[in-house]
């Protein structure tokens, strides 16, 4: 069962200036990676998921998270917002709320679909009255990332 | 103590020239709002966001969200992840878990504190082994925003 | 000739609860805008721009911009570089070139065409040996915006 | 003269998953890279100017671009523009200019300075009546990419 995530390793190499490789070593030591081969396995993936969303394929599924700030007195806001988590059951596959304040919450929600749906979703979340701020994150389902 | 939430409106006019106030009704349609005074405060409250982010006040406290994917089947890697959110507890209000598959897992984040110590929080779980990809989402205690 | 600039002015008002005014009142004012009305139309503009981006529509034209940053003593880059160019000549309306230092030099090239094409010029530019940084801003026609 | 671009290569081995790995030469092909280690040296320099320009040094010296479209027929838009880049000038490094339509002119300005003076100019620019549009994008002056 675990034999699928001990994929067989490539080593290739790659020619760089002295410069860029030591501006990239600071870079890996400020950002605490391991070694070289992980920052750039990073660097590899972070690209293939913005490529992911950036082409045309929209029957491809992707994953997002969407987060909200809200007032929760604001009147009927809860309800307008469980109604449209509702509408869209079979794309959001969980929510987490935390209490910033006396007045304001902030949900996230995880979404799971095609691009522009999930956007849809986004949008009339925030486009309801009472919602402050509304961000729609990007990532990915990692199946096709090692 | 529903007093602070009945703050007073106010109303001043906008002046647009018919064109534009055309296309801007149609984005409204599009997006679902209920009128426009809805979507201006929308507008204006997301670059309230965005100036709080980019000022130079590393004191004030923000919120933001930290979306990881991964394959819980590397080695060490959960404890790993759980480490980090200890070491920063104070600043790790909530964290959700989903399965996407069976290798991979979706974690968000909920975080607060100054913009560069949240960051940092982001840029060590992106650098952990079988992190595959990790996105951090700037958003907002709307304690400023009414 | 002018008469399509007169075009007619409409006005509606806007209600804002009194705590986000005032923190949009500061932003006018550093941001340097003579009023609200021109805070509000910019953006307006902005958001329209951005869905006109966001949109489906691939047959639409829209300009962006192409910066890049390379280094002049690349054997054959600036050949290459011209050679894109002209292969887009459709495309590529102009383009400016300025000596940041004795290697690097940075050229702005103002393309128009629909977002896919542009993209690609901007690929096949940043693919290039030698060119150390390329961005591609997306920008209008500005017809539809008055 | 040549010395300082005919620096010295280093050459390092990197491990990476198969399916990674394929995904990333598909990746270099639709992206026309002559090879891997190009493709990363991008992705590191990329990744450099982006830590360049979050980082807090405020007076570090950085390069960008400015770009605006406006309507050319807006009273005394145009010596707005002109006022501003004198009052600069010793941050506008040139600017070129094109006629879209009949109404509207793109131009760019390319800037030099610290990161907080040249968001400054274009806001200024931005705040402008006419001017429909402004996006200020982030480069670098190549001096510590090789």
Known sequence: MKKDTKESLCRFGVSIPKSLIDAFDNYIKVRAYKNRSEAIRDLIREKLVEQEWESDVHDREVVGTITYVFDHHKRELVDSIIR????????VIASQHVHLDHDNCLEVAIVKGNPSTLRGVAYKLKALKGVKHCRFTMTTTGSFLK
């Open 84 to 91: 449209i988590q509702h509408q869209f059951a079979d794309h």
